[in-house]
């Protein structure tokens, strides 16, 4: 069982910057692929960001690409995603994800590639 935990939403304005962190206990963190992912109101939940377990392979939506990036701190068993010039757009509650596939198809962007979820951290961005 892996337990994961989001922190570091809140409300900001147009322009801001946000560091999103997720922290995963439970069984090997340096073997997950870790992902974040969002959801707004009346909406399916989207794919925002994924980094690999070797650390180095990243991968984006588009709409965030150039905006956010993903690192991992394996000795920490986290995962970061900074969001700089936030938009309206990207309000939503932000979810982060665990797949323990060590040898798969990559990018991981579908929700049913992983396993394990945290409980959301909502992120509000006003005009």
């Known amino acids: 069982q892996v337990h994961v935990v989001e922190s570091g939403g809140g409300l900001v304005h147009t322009g801001d910057s946000l560091r999103l962190s997720c922290a995963a206990s439970?069984?090997?963190?340096?073997?997950?692929?870790m992902g974040w992912f969002r959801q707004a109101p009346g909406a399916e939940r989207e794919f925002v960001a994924a980094?690999?377990?070797?650390?180095?392979?990243?991968y984006y939506t588009d709409s965030v690409k150039g905006r956010a990036t993903i690192s991992r701190d394996n000795a920490k068993n986290t995962v970061s995603l900074q969001m700089n010039s936030l938009k309206p757009e990207d309000t939503a509650v932000y979810y982060c994800?665990?797949?323990?596939?060590?040898?798969?198809?990559?990018?991981?962007?579908?929700?049913?590639?992983?396993?394990?979820w945290g409980q959301g951290t909502q992120v509000t961005v006003s005009s």
């Open positions: 980094i690999h377990w070797n650390g180095g392979n990243t």
């Open positions: 994800a665990v797949d323990r596939t060590l040898l798969g198809p990559w990018p991981r962007t579908r929700p049913y590639h992983y396993e394990y």
């Open positions: 439970g069984g090997t963190f340096s073997s997950y692929i």
